[in-house]
């Protein structure tokens, strides 16, 4: 058989999918937004009202642009740690294709108005049979070319991978149990307290396993790649991944502080969330140490730039997450714009721009060319950095007021604010948030523009396996 | 090191990563969800918690359709000042009928679990066509199309009903076959106001002054 090359067209396709939902995507953020602080912009249409344009946003930026990204760049570092082409090169392409697809119905049935009504699992019914479908397809292309790969220890990126795959199956498949009554109508399989439980195991674990597992996949490959050294500590990678799978399950109670299920749910909840804390910075912490060393690189590379930020986002985030997991703070924190700012320093400090830097990285790299501006991505990296600090303060601001005035008693034990006084005195908190999410949009219009005019006429680059090595455990040090 | 050296053999065999994964990932669910999803305090309703009618559940049914529930939370919080707020704390029972749960995570309105009887219908109306008309500083959308949609739309609420009673609910064939009939006539809009004057009446007499464990 003649030596066949990576398959890195279905890649290149679906990096670009990816970067044309992150633009969909926040647009539909930003449209939200503006929604919040002019509420007549729905122009009395349904499907442009305040509540299906948040869903599509939600949808579209965690399944279109995180997931089409989880997809490429897992095709990606799979077949270059494996040293082996794709295993099932076609059904690469279906799990590319029918995921746009998926997509595009999945977009037009939430504008319509069908939702199960469950956070981050909105979709009826036939969708969530799709989506399966896909799924197990996208698993066996993964493991697939992992069982045929030339390469004796399987690396680090392929666990977290792997753990997106396999768990990410589970949750979603468990979560979507549901009685159907029509063809876009179901009802849950579980009722009140009980599906709450079950809503949270998912909710939570999409967060862990897809928002955060599967961009550490990302990073093990990506960061070492780029920064041209190995993997800091080896050891503290095992550990923290198996720490990592172990405690996420158990953190979904904390999104049901203070309701009406067992309270020894919510404790564990809470004992878990804060010992997550741990494999969370493990994990920083390694990837930040990788990079030392290399700091130099750091001032003419805006691509390593976004990643090395993007660590610093997730340290914040997963320091943030368990503290507003201890109930006390979460007393506060619940329900208001603090839980949003969490959310957007994940989404936009660490998915967001690990996905950016990894994009400035890979797409040249695909084609053999040169990035078209390096200059517009550091422009781009200020642009994001700015909006999403600007993201994370005004709603600190607004949810800590929220949280402390909602509470507010007089000595009489009265309410002191009305609630549509305090609703009323957040627009100033929206507005900015408004405007930082412009400013994070037009920074991604420009990374869309830099990264077409890059690709644009150029053939995907023809990349072959290396040669087959005397001592395989040596080889793993070269993958990473 | 023996730990990297059992690490070892999971690195180099992909079934045995892919079951390792599996199990880990495994055991926070079955100690933790899956007790809870056979905890029978769970599935007992409240004493004046009964099924949907039908015109609340196409109402609630609209609820979920707009979304509503990224704004506003079905859950009060066992804490004075909410419950001073917004009226007895939410207990397991007063969901039982609730497939989904609606309770949401983010009040950017008021939460709703009791709004039943705090306002007039007459109120609810105007509020849903023009918010701004009662409350001056309201950020929430208009929904004037549903004041012009038949209820029941899909002409389907003895399918939806059909679907609940196989889960479990108490819903005997009579009623299931006068549904449809008796939405005849309403608006999509007369729903969901029926099915937000619903809210909140599921509460235990005794514990309706109840303001608490917790302070707050
Ligand atoms: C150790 C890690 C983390 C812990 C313990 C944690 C904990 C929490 C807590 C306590 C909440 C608030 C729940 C509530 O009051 O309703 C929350 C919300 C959320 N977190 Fe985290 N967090 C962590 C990391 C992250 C990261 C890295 C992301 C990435 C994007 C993220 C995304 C979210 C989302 C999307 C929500 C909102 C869920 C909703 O209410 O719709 N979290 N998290
Ligand atoms: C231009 C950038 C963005 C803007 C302006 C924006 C805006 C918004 C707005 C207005 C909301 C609704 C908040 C509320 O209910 O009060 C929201 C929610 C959310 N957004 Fe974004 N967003 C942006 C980017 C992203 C990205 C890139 C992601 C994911 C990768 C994301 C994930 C989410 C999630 C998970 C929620 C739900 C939060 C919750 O339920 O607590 N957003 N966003």
Known sequence: ?480 | MSGVRLHQKLENNIGLLIFGILFVASIGGAAQVVPALFQDSLQQPGVNTVPYTAAELDGRDIYMRESCGVCHTQHIRPLLAEVERYGPYSRAGEFVYDRPFLWGSKRTGPDLHRIGGKYSDEWHWIHMMDPRAVVPDSIMPAYPWLADAPANRGNDIDKRMRALQKLGHPYNDEEIADAAASLEGLTEMDVLIIYLQGMGDTVDPDAADDHGGHGG
């Open chain 1, 1 to 480: 058989m003649a030596p066949a090359h990576y398959h890195d067209k279905v890649v290149r396709v679906l990096v670009l999918c990816s970067v044309f939902w992150a633009i969909v995507g926040m647009a539909a953020g930003v449209y939200a937004a503006a929604e919040l602080v002019w509420p007549g912009l729905n122009f009395d249409q349904s499907w442009l009202s305040y509540g299906r344009v948040r869903t599509v946003h939600t949808n579209v930026a965690i399944f279109g642009f995180g997931v089409s990204a989880l997809i490429g760049t897992a095709f990606y570092s799979v077949q270059r740690t494996s040293h082996v082409p794709l295993f099932a090169p076609g059904l690469a392409w279906v799990v590319c294709w029918a995921w746009q697809l998926a997509l595009v119905a999945a977009g037009w049935s939430l504008l319509s108005g069908h939702t199960s009504g469950k956070e981050y699992a909105e979709l009826e019914w036939p969708f969530d049979l799709a989506i399966a479908v896909v799924w197990v397809c996208f698993a066996i292309v993964f493991f697939g070319t992992i069982a045929r790969r030339k390469i004796k220890t399987i690396y680090v990126s392929n666990w977290f991978y792997g753990a997106l795959i396999i768990v990410i199956a589970m949750l979603h498949i468990v979560n979507s149990l549901a009685m159907p009554a029509t063809l876009f109508k179901s009802y849950s399989l579980f009722a009140g307290s009980q599906d709450a439980i079950l809503q949270w195991w998912y909710g939570h674990n999409a967060v862990g396993f897809l928002l955060t597992g599967g961009f550490l996949g990302m990073m093990y490959y990506f960061l070492p790649k780029h920064a041209e050294r190995p993997i800091w500590s080896y050891r503290l990678s095992i550990v923290a991944f198996w720490a990592f799978t172990y405690s996420y399950i158990w953190a979904g109670p904390h999104h049901l502080h203070y309701s009406a299920i067992p309270e020894w749910v919510q404790s564990l909840g809470v004992v878990m969330s804060v010992i997550l804390l741990a494999p969370s910075w493990a994990t920083m912490i390694n990837g930040i140490m990788t990079v030392s060393g290399a700091w130099r690189k750091l001032r003419s590379d805006p691509a390593l730039k976004f990643i090395v930020l993007s660590l610093a986002f997730y340290g914040l985030a997963t320091f943030e997450g368990p503290m507003m997991a201890i109930r006390d703070v979460n007393l506060i924190s619940h329900f208001t714009d603090w839980t949003v700012g969490h959310v957007h320093s994940g989404a936009l400090g660490w998915n967001a721009m690990i996905t950016f830097g990894t994009f400035y990285y890979l797409v040249p790299r695909l084609v053999g060319g040169e990035l078209y501006s390096t200059k517009l991505a550091n422009v781009h990296f200020w642009m994001a950095l700015a909006g999403t600090m600007l993201y994370i303060l005004a709603m600190w601001a607004a949810g800590v007021t929220q949280g402390l005035l909602w509470l507010s008693l007089d000595e009489y034990g009265e309410l002191l604010y009305s609630f549509t006084d305090i609703m009323a005195s957040m627009v100033s908190y929206y507005g900015l948030r408004l405007v930082a999410g412009v400013i994070f949009l037009a920074g991604a219009v420009l990374m869309a523009w830099n990264l077409f005019m890059t690709v644009r006429g150029r053939e995907t680059a023809k990349v072959l396996p290396p040669e087959p090595v005397a001592n395989p455990a040596a080889a793993s040090e070269v993958a990473a």
